[in-house]
């Protein structure tokens, strides 16, 4: 019997090293697509094929594809800073186009998308789901426009009768994490004792590890050209930090603070960063606009359709703070 070969490309990243760990689990070969310059300690010790490439440069991804059976494209560029926006389409748009080509050249059964729940619109309700309206004008920063974007791609292509389905995770936490994140800098900085006050705002927390799985699922019984929302928890930031405090022994923040204060804090923040540092800012201006709206959203369709069964929230916070500890993120916090 011939062994099953999944390519996954950004294998390197947060979710893409969970993935290539629940694909092995399950006894599937795994070929991962990084860049040669690319930080591979979430790979480290594990059984899988490295194929070095960039995705904007689509032959070096039709050679990667090759011999593969299924695809997950994971690979992005996350950041909700930048200075220049034209790399990030170039990556999340442009590189979903020559992925999806790649692939479908390569005649693998399945593609699996991965976009995120930014592309998706919040109800009436205050609850996004698959098929809530959205636009791209309201997509809030360069990343989320790019994910839109990309997002449309991978739908043309399953109109187009390219085997795709789109999975659309909501905000993963765990180990791994190395980068890190955008949240899991939030947990550090909790851990450090430099979130002194929080904002009126929530999100949808998952562990990792679940919406990996959730990616195999969508990959074995999810409808081409269908969206599953991979989520877990709706959660206040203020909740979060109560749920880190008592895992972690470190006190939650109790200010609350308005979102102008805030706004205004990440307008100097940018402004230093543009002209001094050069680095990401403590805040921006992106991350600000973002938390107008909490990002609550309903993994029910993926429950339905793939049994999709996301685990108790706690246990992926208190896995992520005994990561960023072990791994001397937070010093002797």
């Not at 390519?7 to 399950?26: E, I, K």
């Not at 909700?80 to 990556?91: G, H, N, P, S």
């Not at 201006?285 to 996301?310: I, N, Q």
């Amino acid at each position: 019997m011939s062994t099953r070969v999944a390519l996954v490309t950004g294998a390197n990243g947060f979710v893409g090293c969970h993935l290539v760990r629940a694909l092995l689990a399950q006894g599937i070969s795994v070929r991962a697509l990084v860049r040669t310059d690319a930080d591979r300690r979430g790979l480290a010790g594990l059984d899988c094929e490295f194929a070095f490439a960039d995705i904007r440069d689509r032959e070096a991804v039709e050679r990667a594809v090759r011999g593969c059976e299924y695809v997950y494209h994971v690979a992005a560029d996350y950041r909700l800073w930048v200075v220049d926006e034209t790399a990030m389409f170039a990556t999340n748009v442009d590189g979903t186009r020559n992925v999806i080509a790649a692939a479908q050249a390569a005649k693998v059964r399945r593609i699996v998308h991965t976009s995120t729940v930014g592309t998706l619109g919040i109800g009436a309700d205050g609850i996004g789901r698959e098929d809530t309206p959205v636009g791209v004008e309201m997509m809030v920063g360069a990343y989320k426009r790019s994910k839109f974007m990309a997002e449309r791609e991978a739908m043309k292509a399953a109109q187009a009768g390219i085997p795709v389905v789109i999975v659309n995770p909501s905000t993963p936490i765990g180990p791994y994490d190395y980068k890190p994140t955008p949240t899991g800098r939030i947990i550090v900085d909790f851990l450090r004792r430099r979130m002194p006050a929080y904002i009126d705002t929530g999100l949808n927390l998952v562990a990792a590890e679940d919406c990996a799985r959730g990616h195999i699922l969508a990959c074995e019984q999810g409808r081409i050209g269908e969206k599953y929302i991979l989520g877990g928890e709706n959660l206040t930031l203020e909740e979060m930090f109560a749920r880190l405090s008592r895992l972690s022994g470190v006190p939650a923040p109790r200010v609350r603070l308005p979102l102008t204060v805030a706004f205004g804090f990440a307008l100097v923040a940018e402004a230093v960063s543009r002209t001094l540092t050069h680095r990401p800012p403590r805040a921006s201006l992106t991350e600000v606009r973002m938390a107008r709206k909490k990002m609550f959203f309903d993994s029910s369709k993926a429950s339905m359709e793939l049994g999709y069964r996301p685990g108790p929230i706690d246990d992926a916070l208190r896995r992520a703070i005994e990561f960023f500890r072990t791994h001397g993120y937070v010093g002797d916090c």
